[in-house]
């Protein structure tokens, strides 16, 4: 799966239920949904930049490939502890729907990548 098609996906996958949480939650409680939100649109994040860098390095050595998938997890990992924390540090969103909805999306984006990535074949990835 193409880098453009996949970042379509999930920006439709993280889209569509926001857009039917906003409608049938949203006027009740717009802080929680602003909330729901920013971890929802995080975990999108997270999951196009970790098929970017597979993408990237599946044409690449085995060293270079295993030095990008674990540095840039070890990067996008930082990166999101450092968003969680501004989002509830500096905007004071509810952490419940934050927590909720971005480990829901990552578990979703991690199924949805394994389950693309193990349907190549092994001589693209290497």
């Not at 239920?17 to 717009?30: E, H, I, R």
């Not at 295993?66 to 509810?94: E, I, K």
Request: charged letters at 15%; proline letters at 3%.
């Amino acid at each position: 799966m193409s880098l453009i098609r996949y970042t379509t996906m999930v920006a439709a996958t993280v889209a569509v239920p926001l857009t039917v949480l906003a409608v049938l939650w949203g006027a009740d409680d717009p802080h929680g949904f602003r909330s729901a939100a920013f971890g929802a649109t995080l975990a999108g994040l997270n999951a196009m930049a970790a098929y970017a860098i597979v993408v990237w390095s599946r044409d690449r050595r085995s060293n270079a490939f295993m030095a990008a998938v674990l540095g840039g997890m070890m990067g996008r990992m930082a990166l999101m502890l450092l968003a969680v924390a501004v989002g509830l540090g500096v905007y004071d969103l509810r952490r419940v729907p934050l927590v909720i909805a971005l480990l829901s999306y990552f578990v979703l984006f991690l199924t949805i990548e394994m389950l693309i990535l193990n349907r190549r074949p092994a001589a693209e990835l290497s």
